[in-house]
C-alpha cells in the first residue's frame, strides 16, 4: 500500500515520501501563484482555486493569502467563504457543510504526530478528518484540531480553539472551545 492510500485511509504513514512531496509541491505551487495573483484578476483565481481544489466548479470563495497541503482532501458545500489567511492543512478529508463562512487567520488542521518521541522521531505522521456541517460561522482566528466533528447552525466565536466536537445548535468559544448558548 502506498504512503498516499495510508494517508487517506487515516492510517500511520510517512508525508516525506516522494509521491505526497510532489504532490504537497504542486498544491504549494498553485497556493503562491494564487496568493501572488492580482485580487481584481477574479477569473485567474477562480481558475487557480479549481486546479486546487481540482474541481471544475466551485461553489465557494476563497481571499487570498490561502494555503492548503494538497487541495485534493478539502470539499465544501454552496456557499463557502474563506477569509485572509486560510490555513488548511489537508491531509485527511475536510469537510465543510453548505453556507460556511471563515473570518481572516482560521486555521483547520488534520495532521496529528505520535505522542512517543522516538516514534515522532521517525517521521511518521497520522491525520484526522474535520467535518464541518451547514450554516456555520467560524470567527477570526479560529483553530479546529484533528479529528473534530461541527454540527449545523453553529458559531465558534473569535479566537477559539476547536479540540473537541461541537454539537448543532450553539455558540461555542474559548479555548478549549465549549458551548455557551443553544440556538
Known amino acids: 500500500m502506498s504512503e498516499k492510500s495510508k494517508m487517506i485511509a487515516g492510517q500511520p504513514h510517512f508525508p516525506m515520501d516522494e509521491e505526497l512531496t510532489n504532490d504537497r509541491n504542486a498544491c504549494k505551487d498553485l497556493c503562491f501563484k494564487l496568493n501572488h495573483t492580482l485580487p481584481s484578476d477574479t477569473e485567474a483565481i477562480q481558475a487557480i482555486l479549481q486546479q486546487i481544489f481540482q474541481k471544475d466548479e466551485l461553489t465557494g470563495t476563497v481571499t487570498p493569502p490561502f494555503f492548503c497541503d494538497y487541495g485534493y482532501n478539502i470539499t465544501f458545500g454552496e456557499i463557502f467563504f474563506a477569509n485572509y489567511n ?6 485527511a478529508p475536510v469537510t465543510f457543510g453548505d453556507r460556511v463562512f471563515i473570518g481572516p487567520d482560521c486555521g483547520f488542521y488534520t495532521a496529528t504526530h505520535p505522542i512517543d518521541a522516538k516514534e515522532r522521531g521517525k517521521g511518521v505522521e497520522l491525520a484526522k478528518p474535520i467535518t464541518v456541517g451547514s450554516d456555520v460561522w467560524f470567527g477570526g482566528g479560529v483553530h479546529v484540531m484533528p479529528g473534530v466533528t461541527i454540527g449545523d447552525d453553529v458559531v465558534i ?21 465549549k458551548v455557551i448558548r443553544h440556538l
Open 86 to 91: 486560510c490555513v488548511i492543512l489537508d491531509s
Open 157 to 177: 466565536g473569535a479566537g477559539s480553539i476547536v479540540t473537541k466536537d461541537i454539537p448543532s445548535h450553539v455558540v461555542a468559544v474559548g479555548n478549549p472551545c
